[in-house]
């Protein structure tokens, strides 16, 4: 069955901390993986898109990780600001009957705290 | 702004009552869909249009109809609603493929 589990559930930390949230999936065949970026009461706005040839891609002080062999994708971010409290969507993309079917997780919500 | 609007923002209404969600877009994408939030649960794909025309319908109950009259604006009806359908609808577009979608901000659904 294709599926997306993410961990934690949720994650409280302090301001100016490092953390990472982890993505595991079972999608196959697997075309591409993205991390969305869901501010409370907005919709989610694209981070990062890895392909099954990427290892890591950076925008800002987000860095995305991907390991097709053990089909784990982490989302590290360094030096929290309050403004990324949010929920953290990956989002894993297969390609069937001819065009891409989306696969999302139910996301880790962040608590940056001062 | 994204730019996908949705509204209306909030929406509250009684399991009798016919309302319609709307959504527009002025990116210039080809493709739109329509997406079920429920706290803790992941996204659910309830509809999607390719050109207009209805490609993908992910066994959504009759009381939801979509209806998508030209590529830059998107409506779902709602008639007869339960209170389980209570939850965030989120209407997206994209240029399809692998291009990423573009959310609306979503109408925040409560039925009574």
């Known amino acids: 069955k294709n599926q997306v589990e993410q961990s934690p559930q949720s994650l409280i930390i302090l301001e100016g901390k490092n953390c990472t949230l982890q993505c595991n999936y079972t999608v196959s065949p697997f075309s591409n993986l993205r991390w969305y970026k869901q501010d409370t009461g907005r919709g989610p706005v694209s981070l990062t898109i890895m392909t099954f040839s990427e290892n890591t891609k950076s925008n800002g002080r987000y860095t995305a990780t991907l390991d097709a062999d053990t089909k784990q994708s982490s989302l590290h971010i360094t030096a929290s600001q309050l403004s990324d409290s949010a929920s953290y969507i990956c989002v894993v993309s297969l390609f069937s009957g001819g065009y891409n079917k989306l696969i999302f997780g139910a996301g880790t919500r962040l608590a940056v705290h001062p | 702004e994204t730019g996908v609007t949705q509204t209306p923002r909030h929406l509250v209404m009684g399991m009798t009552n016919k309302k319609s969600l709307k959504c527009e877009q002025h990116?210039?994408?080809?493709?739109m869909y329509w997406y079920k939030q429920s706290a803790k649960k992941p996204l659910e794909l309830m509809f999607v249009y390719s050109l207009e025309e209805r490609v993908e319908n992910n066994s959504v109950p009759s009381r939801f109809s979509p209806e998508c009259p030209n590529s830059s604006h998107l409506f779902l009806h709602l008639h007869t609603l339960q209170p389980e359908d209570s939850a965030l609808y989120l209407c997206?577009?994209?240029?399809?493929?692998?291009?990423?979608?573009?959310f609306g901000n979503g109408t925040r659904l409560t039925v009574t």
């Open positions: 997206a577009s994209s240029h399809g493929g692998n291009s990423p979608l573009h």
């Open positions: 990116l210039g994408h080809n493709a």
